[in-house]
DNA sequence: CAAGAATAGTTGCGAACACAATTAAGATTT
DNA sequence: AAATCTTAATTGTGTTCGCAACTATTCTTG
């Protein structure tokens, strides 16, 4: 249980995995350059599209993003002065900042979303195949958990 | 096959592989940061221990890195900084510079390890379980020769 | 309702890193 | 052996992002 080393197994699953991830990464920004976008630019055009009137509040993007406040808005001002996103002010309440998506954004997104999709298919989707699949799903959903519990803890 | 869009299976799948990941490396940074390390630091100090002699080409760090040569070039700036790492010049070829491990930078490599050893073996082994260990080595040996070949292609 | 606490966003600054250009040294070709 | 090509490393420059500080608003509490 407590052991101090990794067995050779879990070695071998370890750095599979560690060594596996940034290939992976660099495959799926590689498949999203054409289209002028980096995965992170991506990211955003996808999470306003999904939200309600296409916008978000900086803080929740930047919660939903990862990302640091200062972060959000220097990575805002890029796809802003790209014409894909803009910055609405919320009446209700004037410290918020809404980011929405442009018509522009929109066009953008639904023109990388398939070649995207078709990128995780091809390196994600079919080397795993079905099976795979489920079993991503419980290997992942438990080492979330964990990270979650361990988080309330 | 060549659909367009996921499965809500595959989905969930992919969800929740990407949602995970940052989550997992912010756990590994935490647990080794009281080392004064950062994750970056810790694998230079690890590939320095394992390798013969203590040292290796700077070329060759930086391919196992996946670190451009200028971005190992100042990453090595801050440990020699901090007495973990020498540059020591080659005798046989004049054009290379090997990164060598110090005693002080092994010296903190074998403190930090057991720490992180038990970082990996609670955010990653303990979640996966046994039989997790195994379909982790299948799924992301098939993830990674898939992305071999493609690169070959 | 006035004072302090909390929340939202931006800005200054610094760290990490990639790309391009540069320097230096080996290897290859003729 | 001279000219050229290749390889190794560093330095200049620009991008991205986090932290700390700051401003502006809203919420809370005595």
């Known amino acids: 249980m407590g052991r101090l080393w990794l067995t050779p197994r879990e070695q071998t699953a370890w750095r599979t ?18 289209h002028g976008l980096t995965m992170g630019d991506y990211e955003v055009l996808v999470l306003l599209s999904e939200a309600a009137g296409t916008r978000l509040r900086m803080c929740d993007l930047a ?53 995207h999709v078709a990128s995780v298919r091809r390196h994600f989707i079919q080397p795993l195949g079905s099976d795979g699949i489920n079993q991503m799903c419980d290997l992942f959903g438990a080492v979330k958990s964990h990270l979650e519990e361990s988080r309330s803890a």
């Open 17 to 34: 995995f560690i060594n596996t991830l940034p290939e992976l990464n660099a495959a799926f920004e590689a498949d999203i350059a054409p």
């Open 63 to 115: 919660a939903a993003l990862r990302l640091s406040p200062s972060g959000l808005t220097r990575r805002l001002d890029g796809m802003v002065r790209n014409g894909w996103v803009s910055r609405v002010a919320c009446s209700g309440d004037r410290r918020v900042m809404y980011a929405m998506l442009t018509t522009q954004g929109s066009k953008k997104m639904e023109s990388a979303a398939p070649d």
